[in-house]
């Protein structure tokens, strides 16, 4: 027997088509049936359907991270957005993320480990994410994995791979990685970087079919190895091994030149960026160069965050500091939190239209009013306490936004024990 859902009387905020400024608003009914939208329409009547009413509120899609890093941006709350670029080779990538997510994969216990995957899903639900792209270390994978079905959230698991297992590095934001000999590599798995991937992991991604999330280079050190090693940027070494292609995600690539961005093009990628990440880090947010050059750019919250609120509301303001106003605006934002994202990932998700999958928020505006233009105002105003209802592929969720406190007291204990042993080696 079907399951079916009906959500009644709310305002409908979607997207026609793909056009990023083809906003649609109408008050209307969605019914919903195993897990998919079946029908919207100004009145729908179905007996069989759970009912939900929406009266007052918006009925907006689902929030798409596409490349969080859950396990590495609990642990590193606090010890890195203020951390100098110029430190340790501009690396706190490599000089703090890297070394302590591996000292607590070590230090932890598999309920410890739960607690800090647990709050990272649950501060992405409470934001008002629907579905998340992990690039997890292999350690925390299948927690994030199992915490996510327990939660409802759609979570698509990465474990990231790399010739020695996990990137080790060292203080001087240099990997530790002895001549990238083995290694393996599998379909359902992420390459980290260029400088850590082997030629046997090469020709087993070369292989494997699906999504392929990559990280691009972050530093300095990782762009000039790969050309003195390479005599090509990290793109363009991807790009020579057959590694970019329609289903590869890049996450990250905050400057990436005019023939690398002609590379992601040519090959239908997709790129996957913190707007969070760059203002904190200090680097442009490259969303609109990369939109006028015809790539398809997407938001997630990478190391920096757990909020794809804040990542949607400094996406619409970096982007205007990369232009102007008229040129980058909320409905850009929100169309990248969406359905670039889906777009991406290669689901039918971001949209509220028949056959795609029913991912929703119902938003409560009346503490963000009075209400010209709703989307602006929720780019610009919106917060977690803002959305009362959150539906996820069919099933509302039980989500409680005071569960986060017992979650936080577990996550802050399982934290401190792995900042103790990491604190006389990196902190």
């Known amino acids: 027997m079907s399951e079916k859902l009906l959500i009644k009387n709310g305002l409908v905020i979607t ?3 793909e056009g990023y400024h083809s906003i649609k608003m109408k008050y209307a009914d969605i019914l919903i049936e195993d897990g998919k939208l079946l029908d919207i329409r100004e009145e729908i009547s179905d007996a069989s359907a ?4 929406a009266k007052n509120l918006w009925v907006m899609p689902g929030l ?8 590495g941006a609990v642990l590193c709350n606090g010890l890195i957005p203020d951390y100098s670029r110029a430190r340790w080779q501009g690396s706190m990538i490599h000089g703090r993320v890297l070394p302590l ?3 607590a994969a070590e230090t932890l216990n598999d309920a410890e480990k739960r607690a800090i995957v647990k709050w990272g899903l649950m501060r992405l639900l409470d934001s008002g994410v629907t579905t998340a792209l992990d690039l997890s270390h292999p350690a925390f994978a299948s927690f994030v994995a ?21 990137p080790a590095a060292e203080h001087s934001g240099k990997y530790l990685n002895p001549g990238l000999s083995g290694g393996e590599f599998y379909a359902g798995e992420a390459l980290y970087s260029v400088e850590t991937t082997s030629d046997a992991m090469y020709a087993a991604a ?3 079919e699906g999504l392929l999330p990559v990280r691009a280079a972050y530093c300095e050190y990782e762009k000039q190895f790969c050309r003195m090693t390479h005599g090509v940027s990290p793109l363009g070494k991807l790009d020579r091994e057959g590694l970019l292609r329609e289903n590869t995600l890049v996450v990250g690539g905050y400057d990436t030149d005019f023939f690398d961005r002609e590379r992601l093009r040519t090959a239908g990628s997709t790129v996957s960026i913190s707007a969070v990440t760059a203002m904190q880090d200090g ?3 490259p969303i609109v160069t990369n939109l006028r050059q015809d790539i398809n750019t997407c938001l997630s919250t990478g190391y920096f965050g757990l909020s794809m609120l804040d990542e949607m509301r400094q996406a619409a303001f970096g982007g205007k500091l990369e232009t102007n106003a008229s040129q980058f605006q909320a409905s850009d934002a929100f169309y990248a939190a969406t359905i670039a994202g889906a777009q991406g990932l ?3 998700i971001g949209r509220i239209e028949p056959g795609f999958s029913a991912d929703l928020l119902l938003i409560d505006p009346s503490c963000f009013g009075p209400h010209n233009y709703p989307l602006i105002e929720w780019v610009y105003a919106g917060q977690s306490a803002d959305i009362v209802g959150r539906v996820a592929q069919g099933k509302p969720l039980s989500y409680r936004r005071c569960d986060l406190a017992a979650c936080a007291a577990d996550a802050q204990k399982a934290a401190q024990k792995a900042w103790n042993a990491a604190e006389a080696l990196i902190l």
């Open 15 to 17: 997207f026609i088509h």
């Open 50 to 53: 759970q009912v939900i009413d």
């Open 101 to 103: 997510t591996d000292i």
């Open 206 to 208: 070369r292989k494997a």
């Open 146 to 166: 199992e915490e996510a079905e327990k939660l409802g959230l759609r979570a698509l698991v990465y474990p990231e791979r790399t010739a020695n297992g996990y």
């Open 64 to 71: 798409v991270d596409a490349g969080s890093s859950i396990a």
């Open 346 to 348: 290669h689901m039918e």
């Open 283 to 285: 680097l442009p947010f």
